[in-house]
């Protein structure tokens, strides 16, 4: 290979961009979706963070450790859509699991070529071991580690290093966030490690979001009054946090339904250039967008394997700057000629 500078490809700096914008945004919104979700629903918590993992990167297997002494209780872990039975191991030395509760620090296959990885977790029958692997400590607001999450993929060299910082920021929500409802997207100290957290001033539905959180955090702290003043007056300000309190949920309300007509921002791919679909996304998409075909029926269809779909559908998703399979209809349609088009004008 030249090693020769040349200029990047046309349009190499916008897709860039394009993706780092879009990859800004669903980080977001799983930080809003973990901070919205109880305390006492782990397993959904589990999911948001599974579902922004495998639309952002080409992930085979997703794993949630969480270390106890000596153990490692396996609460989530889920493989090419089969979601395994939780587990309990020992923390063996000489493992990835243990490596990472030790140092603190990120595993990364290519550090010793995945020797480490081999007696962490097994995946399936263990016939087709993972190629690739990330394992990012999950640290509790004490900065204590107390976990790690982790993406495989059957495919070589899979991750990059930005996919790397992807799993340590989903690592660092699923353990502050997640587990302190009062720690939002708007924290600074969430920012300071990952300042693509910080709410963009130019997305309007983020700022609605944020908006409409801060009005829940205000009608929280109003219910609580009534506890904190002395028993005699504690009608009267029950009284007046409740009517308070309804204004606050009726302007969240309000919020609610303005995120709801607001205009796309501009980073969303319905405004965006054209997402750059290979031949082969393009395919796939054109049969979800038009015959609402499942990973398997794709894969009956097109003579591949469920596992190659997947691949293809996350960086469909990951390029249109969509979270769900259902959103690519607002991105894309199915021409008559039996190809896909960009939902943006092509006029002007």
């Not at 923390?91 to 595993?107: F, I, K, N, P, S």
């Not at 976990?147 to 991750?159: I, R």
């Amino acid at each position: 290979m030249s090693t020769s500078s040349t200029a990047p490809p046309p349009g190499t700096a916008d897709s860039e961009r394009q993706r780092d914008e879009t990859t800004a945004t669903i980080l977001r919104r799983t930080a809003r979706r973990l901070r919205a979700i109880d305390q006492d629903r782990p397993r959904d918590r589990y999911e948001a963070v599974h579902h922004a993992a495998t639309t952002l990167l080409p992930v085979d297997a997703l794993v949630v450790g969480l270390f106890r002494d000596d153990l490692m209780v396996v609460p989530y872990a889920e493989q090419q859509g089969v979601l395994e039975a939780p587990d309990v191991l020992h923390l063996r030395a000489g493992t990835a699991a243990r490596w990472v509760r030790d140092t603190g620090t990120t595993y990364r296959f290519g550090d010793d070529d995945g020797r480490m990885l081999c007696d962490s977790v097994s995946f399936g029958d263990g016939s087709e071991p993972s190629r690739d692997a990330v394992l990012a400590p999950i640290r509790d607001r004490d900065d204590a580690v107390r976990g790690f999450l982790g993406v495989h993929s059957l495919v070589e060299n899979a991750f990059d290093t930005g996919h790397v910082r992807i799993v340590e920021a989903l690592a660092h929500l699923l353990g502050t966030v997640a587990d302190d409802p009062g720690t939002g997207i708007e924290d600074e100290t969430l920012h300071a490690q990952f300042p693509e957290l910080v709410p963009s001033t130019g997305d309007g539905i983020d700022q609605l979001h944020e908006a409409a959180s801060l009005m829940d955090s205000v009608r929280r702290g109003l219910l609580a009054l009534p506890s904190a003043v002395p028993e005699d007056a504690r009608d009267e300000v029950t009284a007046r946090a409740e009517v308070l309190s309804r204004l606050c949920e009726e302007a969240s309300t309000h919020l609610a339904q303005m995120a709801a007509t607001a205009p796309l921002p501009a980073s969303d791919a319905a405004t965006s250039p054209d997402p750059g679909l290979t031949p082969r996304e393009e395919e796939i998409a054109l049969l979800i967008v038009t015959e609402n075909l499942t990973n398997v029926e794709i894969a009956e269809r097109l003579f591949i394997s469920v596992k190659t779909v997947k691949t293809h559908v996350g960086a469909i998703l990951r390029k249109c700057g969509q979270t769900q399979r259902s959103g690519l209809a607002l991105v894309l349609h199915g021409g008559a000629d039996g190809s896909l088009a960009s939902s943006r004008s092509t006029t002007g």
